[in-house]
């Protein structure tokens, strides 16, 4: 089993930056994939970033791709997200997942974390 903690969402205004934790306990992921995706009331979870928690190569969502960057701290097992250059758009819940998929922007994980409120004012 694998439990993933979100943490750092908040309210920010646009232009702002914030930086996502996810804390991850309860089983080695060497094998596995990290991500992030967000979603809003009615409309579909949506894929933001991925990245293999071994070799550390990640993807992003075109919508992100100059904005945000996914990155793993082994030692503290954490994955994280910086978000720079916050729109309006980006508000959402978003949740980290872990799991083996075989598409990493499909929601196609084992394990889903409960979320955390990312807001950006304009």
């Known amino acids: 089993q694998v439990q993933l903690v979100e943490s750092g969402g908040g309210l920010v205004q646009a232009g702002g930056s914030l930086r996502l934790s996810c804390a991850v306990s309860?089983?080695?992921?060497?094998?596995?994939?990290m991500s992030w995706f967000r979603q809003n009331p009615g409309k579909e979870r949506e894929f933001v970033a991925a990245?293999?928690?071994?070799?550390?190569?990640?993807l992003r969502a075109d919508s992100v791709k100059d904005r945000f960057t996914i990155y793993r701290d082994i030692a503290k097992n954490t994955l994280y997200l910086q978000m720079n250059d916050l729109k309006p758009g980006d508000t959402a819940v978003y949740y980290c997942?872990?799991?083996?998929?075989?598409?990493?922007?499909?929601?196609?994980?084992?394990?889903w974390g409960l979320g955390t409120q990312v807001t950006v004012s304009s």
């Open positions: 309860g089983r080695t992921l060497d094998t596995y994939v």
């Open positions: 997942a872990a799991g083996r998929p075989r598409v990493p922007y499909t929601k196609n994980y084992d394990y």
């Open positions: 990245i293999s928690w071994s070799s550390s190569s990640s």
